[in-house]
């Protein structure tokens, strides 16, 4: 018998979450979208609840966490990197600023820098086109990033 | 009255159904289009067909595009093209595309020569790979039972629909998008920390070398050529009435005989049957049924009934994750591969003056769940497994291919004694039905104490998911269910834990229509209609065989009073007995 360890309140909370979508398995990716706005990731934990209240299996749980690029099953920086690839973003150069931002990190889009500090994600359209392109950290926007930019633009959150 | 429409398919009228997909038009006036993704289970009413892989295409008069006629209907007056110009191109790209993602492995994977893939390419006429691409690398995930080699995935989702539809155990999914995506277990987990029951129903529809089961041949032909080692075979009921499909010889031939002889030639020292140890465990399961029966009429009302027949490892894999709380209710009986195994080391080694640790017990299974109930720890001694290791149907036809026999031609032999002599009531252990079938024609005559006119009882057989029947023991009704299939197995086990049903006791098995349709038998392409007439094969093993009741088999009278003394004994509780485990994941409050 294997053992999952999660909080209890993290599993009161995802059973009231899983009760508010009358534990509808066709509620999944409402229910996972709920998680995640509460604990900000859905690590596999959370997702081993969810499949037991809505009585789905875990291995679905998953299918669907990784088919959307919006779950995420770790948890993001304190400040969250999001690069938008919408077309108009991406002609202008929203790759190289991506590759620029992967390079200085160290990490692959997805996921979170050792320390915590920064993720990096992808966004379609964030509908700012005339700014493109654009990369949103935590709360801030930032438009017209060339690559070049991208070394002063992490220097702020440095310390 | 279903509507009926006219349409033209090469040249040829043909009239269908109202909703008929292209494909099945097809085939009725006897054109076969290649089929990849698609997978119609008739008999279980499962048709998959996702339209993803687009091998399928055809040409429809009128259309700007081709359509996957597997999943397109047919309307009225429609003109369609199986094989123009067009359509044959088509299919060559989309494979051409497949292949480009694929490793060049076919010389050497374990699928060849009966890959659905390989053969299309094959017949498609592929020479060349026009286009490179990037191609997927994952690990290897080697499980005791079942290899997952996911380079050679193509994302057909035939296993997700078995394992998720079928057998409801929900091992699998897709997983990730795009050129990423792969079918997986949760958390891309290896298969054996997976809710995973081995029962090899992905296996036996994946139509590359994807998932391949485990194989043993290796290890066995060291062991054969090891003149220390005294390597006994044991075989089951299931696997006489499919090996011949794997050399050409017609669906349901028995090919009992044949199959001694090539495993004699083999090198095997001693050829053996299951079905003696399936008499055995008619013996104990039977034995138990009556002492809990006993107990329930004496009104004890701890007793748990219904039992539930323990024989089919796969099916006891699924309660131990699906339904720990019901884990007291089945019969503690090992299945017969288990029973076999200590009765060969403990009574059989003496008697042939071999110690323990120089007997290899290899057994021939239709099964791939066998191959990892035989290397769990309750069935070792020492470290020393009862049962070394298990090949399949499959295996063992491959290895005849290696050592150069012909198979069809070969003369009949018969089982070597004691362990080789059973009844028809072991040989029918092989099909749905047959377990509970047997356990009635032994339980009958020891609880009534009168001698059983008709042994066949032809309410419990047949191919549905679940059935249900009534027998009269002398004027005690008993109420018996059956279901194959983990789907159909899941169903009937939520009625008893809801206590909304009366049945005394249950048999239960993993695989649709039972062992003959196992996850090591030879592969049925989606043309379950094999599986009754295995089936039919083994009943014609029973009827004419001269014992057709376990407790009469005259070396299972032997074996007890020998060695076993009692049925459900101090010596069988530790021989032939077992005890299961909780696999369920808890959630734990930390
Ligand atoms: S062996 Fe059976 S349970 Fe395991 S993944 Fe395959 S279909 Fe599912
Ligand atoms: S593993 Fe086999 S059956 Fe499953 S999706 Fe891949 S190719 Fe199809
Ligand atoms: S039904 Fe037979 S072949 Fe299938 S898992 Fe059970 S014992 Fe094995
Ligand atoms: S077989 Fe028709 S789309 Fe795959």
Redesign the interface.
Known sequence: MAKIKLAKDKIEKLIDICKSFNNEGSELINVLHQAQHNFGYLPAEVQEVVARELDVSVAHVYGVVTFYSFFTMVPMGEFPISVCMGTACYVRGAEKVLEELKKHLKVPIGETTEDGKFSISCLRCVGACGLAPVVTIGERTYGRVAAGDVADILKEYQN | MEQMIKLTIDNKEVEVAKGTTMLTAAKQIGVEIPTLCHMHLEDMNIEHNPGGCRICVVEVDGRRNLAPSCNSKCEAGMNIKTHSMRVLNARKTVMELMLSDHPFDCLVCAKSGNCDLQTIAQNLGVREIHYAGAKSTYKVDTSPAIIRDMDKCIMCRRCETMC?DVQT?????????GFESVV?????MDLEK??CTYCGQCVAVCPTGALTEKDHTNQLIRDLANPNKTVVVQTAPAVRAALGEEFGMEVGTLVTGKMVTALRNLGFDSVFDTDFAADLTIMEEGTELLQRLGAHLKGDKDVKLPILTSCCPGWVNFFEHHF?EMKDIPSTARSPQQMFGPIAKNYLAKEMGVKREDMIVVSIMPCLAKKYECQRDEFKVDGDPDVNYSISTRELANLIKQANMDFVTLPEEDFDNPMGESTGAGVIFGTTGGVIEAATRTAYEVYTGKTLEKVDFNALRGMEGIRSAKVDFDGLELNIGIAHGLGNARKLLEEVRDGKSNYHAIEIMACPGGCIGGGGQPLHHGDTSVLAKRAAALYREDAGKAIRKSHENPYIIKLYEEFLGKPCGELSHKLLHTHY??????????
Do not use: H, Q, W, Y
């Not at chain 2, 155990?169 to 998008?177: M, T």
């Not at chain 2, 997986?184 to 891309?188: G, N, R, S, V």
């Not at chain 2, 485990?581 to 930390?590: M, S, W």
């Open positions: 998720n155990v929900g091992a699998l999914s897709a997983i990730n998008r997986a277990p949760a958390f891309e997976s809710t720990p485990f909780d696999k369920k994941n808890e959630i734990e409050i930390e």
